[in-house]
């Protein structure tokens, strides 16, 4: 009877270990990256606001590494890529790159980016400012010159299978830079919204305060290190000019919404010059209050602040 069951029991183990096994080859050669994510208020899926916050990321990321690079890993860098363009593109870009590789490789070259704004048209495409500061010598021993540009891109995207080399499951299918400049327009505190569709401001400081009187129409997500990015997502109900205010410790920032437009901010860097300076009390009687930084500083460090 014991030989039995542990016949039986083996005879299981074996066939759970097969089909484990079976499983994980299947993920392996075939992975898929699902994305979910839930409304604590109300209980519900958001997937239509998940695909945008996948599409911002996504063309923010592609941005990053099409415009980062320097003489050591240009060729890896950009010819990484290719798995999130059309076929046509990658192909353009490959021999781009191996027209290019030799000359970049000789000199002293590094092109730094951030992405400035990024809007949705109404077509559906998207438009991107990016700021490039470019830092190059002849040869590796000569001095180094530095410039920036202000490049405008133009990209649509398309739906692909999500895979390890491009879990977002999205292409590049078209892209072009439209044109360049060494000065970059003003930026304007209105913002345009849409929605139910997220847009993230990124601050050039560590927000400590919103003051949002459209609480139950516009949602608010701050995340914050040394800065701070706010991500805004409207709903229904939001009145079609609404405001806000953010304030940092020295600084404040007011922003005027703007919903229904044809142009949709995804993502804005808010400069510093849109900030105005926060008044302070010059009476020597009341002392600033400790902050949550100073409080952290104070408890992590073990030491006395002084106001």
């Known amino acids: 009877m014991k030989v039995k069951v542990l016949s039986a029991l083996l005879l299981l183990t074996f066939l759970w270990a097969v089909f484990v096994s079976y499983k994980y080859w299947q993920i392996k050669n075939n992975p898929r990256v699902v ?8 209980g519900v899926l958001q997937n239509s606001q998940v695909g945008e916050m996948e599409k911002l990321t996504f063309l ?3 941005l990053d590494r099409y415009y980062n690079y320097d003489s050591n890993n240009f060729w890896q860098s950009q010819t990484s890529l290719t798995s999130l363009m059309i076929g046509s593109l990658a192909d353009n870009r490959v021999r781009e790159v191996s027209r290019l590789r030799e000359k970049i490789q000789q000199k002293n070259l590094s092109h730094l980016s951030r992405i400035v704004t990024l809007q949705q048209q109404k077509d559906g495409s998207y438009k991107a400012t990016t700021h490039l500061q470019i830092t190059e010598a002849a040869a590796k021993n000569d001095e180094a ?11 649509k995207l398309q739906n692909t299978e999500r895979t390890l080399e491009n879990p977002w499951g999205l292409l590049v299918s078209e892209m072009k830079i439209e044109n360049s400049a060494t000065q970059n327009l003003a930026l304007s505190p209105r913002i345009q919204v849409s929605i139910g569709a997220p847009t993230v401001l990124l601050f050039p400081c560590a927000i400590e305060n919103i003051e949002n009187p459209f609480e139950k129409n516009l949602n608010m997500k701050v995340t914050t290190l040394n800065v701070s990015e706010l991500q805004l997502t409207p709903q229904k109900g939001l009145p079609e000019q609404a405001s806000f205010t953010a304030t940092c410790r020295d600084e404040e920032y007011k922003f005027e919404l703007r919903a229904g437009g044809e142009v949709q901010d995804l993502y804005v860097s808010v400069p510093k010059e ?6 302070k009390d010059s ?4 002392p600033r209050k400790k902050d949550v930084y100073d409080k952290t500083i104070e408890n992590v460090l073990g030491i006395q602040l002084e106001n």
């Open 145 to 155: 010159t530095k410039s920036q540009l202000y490049i405008t891109t133009s990209l």
């Open 274 to 279: 849109l900030g105005v300076l926060r008044k």
């Open 35 to 42: 994305a979910i994510t839930m409304d604590a208020a109300k």
């Open 283 to 286: 009476g020597l009687s009341r």
């Open 60 to 62: 923010r990321q592609f």
